[in-house]
């Protein structure tokens, strides 16, 4: 099992930047594919982006192609999300979560396919 711990929300202005970061517990981390998703009140969860074990896939929504990136620190155990020109449609819960298989080639964007999910990190775009 991995234990995940978003950070980096919080409350910003239309046209605003924020980086989230998603910290990993435990030595295998690195073996997964890791997805960041976003529920809106009153919305379904839904895919944001994806990253490959090593970093070097990643995998974007259309909403966000353009604006948001999403890297990976090996050494940190750490999947970052920058964000940048953000809307307010933007604003939700953002989680992270693990690929339920190890060692997974793909870059899924169902939520069905992510486990150990993180606690969640608000963020809030005024407009």
């Known amino acids: 099992q991995v234990q995940l711990v978003e950070s980096g929300g919080g409350l910003v202005q239309a046209g605003d930047s924020l980086r989230l970061a998603c910290t990993a517990s435990?030595?295998?981390?690195?073996?997964?594919?890791i997805g960041w998703f976003r529920q809106a009140p009153g919305k379904e969860r839904e895919f944001v982006a994806a990253?490959?074990?090593?970093?070097?896939?990643?995998n974007y929504a259309d909403s966000v192609k353009g604006r948001f990136t999403i890297s990976r620190d090996i050494a940190k155990n750490t999947v970052y999300l920058q964000m940048n020109s953000l809307k307010a449609e933007d604003t939700a819960v953002y989680y992270c979560a693990r690929h339920t298989r190890s060692w997974y080639v793909g870059l899924d964007s169902d939520p069905l396919m992510y486990t150990d999910w993180g606690q969640g990190t608000q963020v809030t775009v005024s407009s």
């Open positions: 990253i490959s074990q090593s970093g070097a896939s990643t």
């Open positions: 435990g030595r295998t981390f690195s073996r997964y594919v």
